[in-house]
């Protein structure tokens, strides 16, 4: 697919979007005039550059946004780029809550669309915390040093999916609702999915 060409997938996500339809369709067109290809992952447009993730367009209840893969990396000289959630290590957000907000920042949009093609060109990499880094729930280890096998079923998933389990087992506030989570996820690892499989 080269530069600019509209995909399909696309199309069909706005025609069916029953929600942040026009802010989508602005968005697409401000991503576009970027010269970045467009394509479709995650269930979302997402727009690349020479193959690279650059940004994504994505809707949520009470706002949409562009999430910028690289966002950590890129300047924010007006300051509007959101870290979504704490355990977010690398990606940022610019949230709009109407059509005519981003009519209004269109200029400085793709101002940051260009800094992160220029970040992505650069090949900086946000250096990511390692999975020992992240909270060992004492549940959890507790599970691991009596079952050799889920030992050796969470050792052996991918980092990605290691810190998954991790962050969600350590979410929980009470020891109880850690060991359930446990307990209904066991299998899930042995199996050797991550949780979202």
Same mark, same amino acid.
């Given at each position: 697919?080269?530069?600019?060409?509209?995909?399909?997938?696309?199309?069909?996500?706005?025609?069916?979007?029953?929600?942040? @339809?026009?802010?989508?369709?602005?968005? @697409?067109?401000?991503?576009?005039?970027?010269?970045?290809?467009?394509?479709?992952?995650?269930?979302?447009?997402?727009?690349?550059?020479?193959?690279?993730?650059?940004?994504? &367009?994505?809707? !949520?209840? /009470?706002?949409?946004? !562009?999430? !910028? $893969?690289?966002? %950590?990396?890129?300047?924010?000289?007006?300051?509007?780029?959101?870290?979504?959630?704490?355990?977010?290590?690398? %990606? @940022?957000?610019?949230? !709009?809550? *109407?059509?005519?907000?981003?009519?209004?920042?269109?200029?400085?949009?793709?101002?940051? &669309?260009?800094?992160?093609?220029?970040?992505?060109? *650069?090949?900086?990499?946000?250096?990511?915390?390692?999975?020992?880094? $992240?909270?060992?729930?004492?549940? $959890?280890? %507790?599970?691991?040093? +009596?079952?050799?096998? #889920?030992? *050796?079923? $969470?050792?052996?998933?991918?980092?990605?999916?290691? @810190?998954?389990?991790?962050?969600?087992? *350590?979410?929980? =506030?009470?020891?109880?609702?850690?060991?359930?989570?446990?307990?209904?996820?066991?299998?899930?690892?042995?199996?050797? =999915? +991550? #949780?979202? /499989?």
């Amino acid at each position: 697919m080269t530069e600019n060409t509209l995909n399909p997938k696309v199309d069909a996500y706005l025609e069916r979007a029953t929600k942040w @339809r026009e802010e989508f369709r602005r968005l @697409r067109a401000i991503a576009l005039s970027c010269d970045l290809a467009e394509d479709f992952k995650w269930g979302n447009p997402c727009y690349t550059a020479g193959g690279a993730n650059v940004v994504l &367009i994505h809707g !949520f209840k /009470d706002y949409c946004a !562009f999430l !910028f $893969f690289k966002g %950590a990396l890129m300047p924010d000289p007006k300051d509007i780029l959101v870290q979504q959630t704490e355990n977010v290590q690398a %990606a @940022r957000q610019i949230r !709009f809550t *109407s059509a005519p907000q981003i009519a209004d920042m269109a200029e400085d949009l793709e101002a940051y &669309i260009r800094a992160a093609i220029a970040v992505e060109k *650069s090949g900086q990499t946000v250096e990511m915390k390692k999975t020992a880094d $992240f909270t060992m729930p004492q549940e $959890f280890q %507790a599970k691991l040093d +009596g079952d050799a096998a #889920l030992k *050796s079923a $969470f050792e052996a998933l991918t980092p990605g999916r290691q @810190r998954a389990y991790l962050l969600h087992f *350590s979410s929980a =506030k009470q020891a109880k609702t850690r060991e359930v989570r446990i307990e209904k996820l066991a299998p899930k690892i042995l199996e050797g =999915k +991550g #949780l979202d /499989d």
